[in-house]
């Protein structure tokens, strides 16, 4: 029987979080599914729990290939699956059993391309909605797909810079089911993390977005984010972010020029570079950069210095950033690095905290 939906499983080293995570999809209400666990690689136990997973439901698909990278192993995935829908799961996080049942009758009913979902962060001894303030559902159609998602997914504007830890909550594509078509009659794959450095889910919603011509929203959390997993493949130090985050936001660039978008994208984008400083400060402040206190800020200068970035702030408008905020990225405006780097071992301690 062919799957209703696919559900792609990047794995790699997870055998502390893999069982939990394949238990949670195994467990769906909607029963015409299909897991491709792509294992890319793992040294761990990973390939074993998941042959004895494939021996007992074969629902499950396992491919074994050479570690290339998460961005490969999903499009190891899509190019396998046979769903009229397709999601994507993190193998250390888990699904709600009802939530790919309620997004498939979301998708078919009202014929959409794209079905998101809310979230929960799971933190290990306590969890967070993300809160969205929207309506139950929200539906866009056509050019408000374009207009509404993928213009936010670009980047932020006016009264939406000022939560900048919400620059990327639209970009996740685990939150999301996907027509297949939308995405394979379009040849939409993700980037390789080593020429983009962060982003590769962002960068393959905003493709899907323009493609599509209808999106719903659930606002509905039926996801678990685990944020307690200190080996996930987006922590530590990454010494090339800034000639990585260079090449991203002219790829998105050169596409917006492509696609003959209109001039709230470009800002957006200029919107989304400055916001993007405070993830490159916490990169170069991270624990596993050994650098002296001096060599962070310098490369911190360094960062403020490049010409795309110098010339995203100076059209900056700080007026709706609240006040830590918006000292914090007047720091990076005038390019004073020593202030930005008092702030963000105070933004980190602050991140701690909270979690």
């Known amino acids: ?38 294992n890319d690689g793992s040294t761990d136990l990973s390939l074993k729990i998941l042959r004895e997973y494939e021996s007992q439901d074969n629902r499950i698909k396992v491919i074994d290939k050479q570690n290339g990278g998460v961005s490969s192993a999903r499009n190891k995935g899509i190019q396998l699956s046979r769903g009229d829908y397709v999601g994507f799961v993190d193998p250390d996080d888990w699904v ?16 959409a391309d794209i079905v998101m979902c809310s979230y929960i962060r ?44 919400l620059l ?14 939308l995405i394979k009659l379009n040849n939409i794959k993700f980037m390789d993390l080593k020429k983009i450095g962060t982003n590769e889910d962002t ?29 996930s493949v987006t922590s530590g130090f990454k010494p090339n972010l800034l000639e990585q985050w260079i090449f991203l936001f002219s790829y998105i660039e050169s596409f917006l020029k492509e696609k003959n978008m209109n001039e709230e994208f470009y800002l957006a984008l200029n919107n989304r ?49 609240p006040i830590v905020w918006k000292v914090f990225y007047f720091n990076a405006k005038v390019r004073f690095a020593a202030g930005f780097y008092f702030m963000l071992i105070c933004i980190e301690y602050l991140r701690k905290i909270i979690r």
Request: proline share 4%; net charge positive; aromatic share 12%.
């Open 168 to 181: 990327d909550a639209w970009g996740t594509v685990w939150s999301k089911l996907y027509r297949a078509d």
């Open 96 to 111: 709600d059993p009802e939530m790919y049942m309620l997004m498939h009758k979301s998708a078919t009913s009202e014929k």
């Open 203 to 231: 960068l393959f919603n905003i493709e899907a977005c323009f493609y599509a011509k209808s999106f719903i929203f659930i606002n509905r959390p039926l996801y678990h984010y685990w944020r307690a997993n200190s080996t």
């Open 1 to 38: 029987m062919k799957p209703k939906v696919s559900i792609i499983v990047p794995i790699y080293n997870v055998e502390k979080y893999l069982s939990r995570c394949l238990d949670s999809l195994l467990a769906q209400t909607l029963k015409e599914i299909e897991v491709i666990a792509v």
């Open 122 to 165: 799971e933190f290990g001894n306590h969890s967070k909605i993300k809160n969205f303030n929207l309506p139950s559902e929200v539906y866009y159609k056509d050019e408000e797909v374009k207009i509404k998602v993928m213009r936010r997914l670009i980047g932020p504007l006016n009264k939406e810079v000022a939560n900048p830890e």
């Open 273 to 321: 570079i400055c916001l993007n400083t405070l993830g490159f400060g916490l990169n170069t402040i991270s624990k596993d950069n050994r650098s002296s206190v001096f060599m962070k800020i310098k490369r911190i200068r360094l960062f403020l210095k490049e010409n795309r970035i110098k010339h995203s702030f100076k059209q900056l408008d700080l007026t709706h950033f």
